[in-house]
Nanobody
Framework: QVHLVESGGGLVQAGGSLRLSCAASGSIFSINFMGWYRQAPGKQRELVARITSGGNTNYADSVKGRFTISRDNARNTVYLQMNSLKPEDTAVYYC??????????????????WGQGIQVTVSS
């Protein structure tokens, strides 16, 4: 199993910044994509940003120029630097990662794991 643990959320005023972190642990052979999604009350979960092991990134249009995703492959950790936050960024943010892990017989199998989510609240 691969577990993801998020940290860094909280309450911030509009225009402020927060940095989210997500560390993956467990029987990891490789991680391909790592990313962040968010879900606001009454809305569907949406992609915020994601990054490949090679550093290629893509962002939701709503966060381009304000958010930056990065990762530390040696630490199996992904970060989301969020600047110029807006009230509409308020949501539960979820970390996601996929790649290869080991099953009980040490055969490599794919995984697609989610963190438990972390609250980000931006006040106006």
């Amino acid at each position: 199993q691969v577990h993801l643990v998020e940290s860094g959320g909280g309450l911030v005023q509009a225009g402020g910044s927060l940095r989210l972190s997500c560390a993956a642990s467990g029987s990891i052979f490789s991680i391909n994509f790592m990313g962040w999604y968010r879900q606001a009350p009454g809305k569907q979960r949406e992609l915020v940003a994601r990054i490949t092991s090679g550093g290629n990134t893509n962002y939701a249009d709503s966060v381009k120029g304000r958010f930056t995703i990065s990762r530390d492959n040696a630490r199996n950790t992904v970060y989301l630097q969020m600047n110029s936050l807006k009230p509409e960024d308020t949501a539960v943010y979820y970390c996601n990662a996929d790649g290869l892990t080991y099953d009980s017989t040490w055969v490599r199998v794919p995984f697609d794991s989610w963190g438990q989510g972390i609250q980000v609240t931006v006040s106006s």
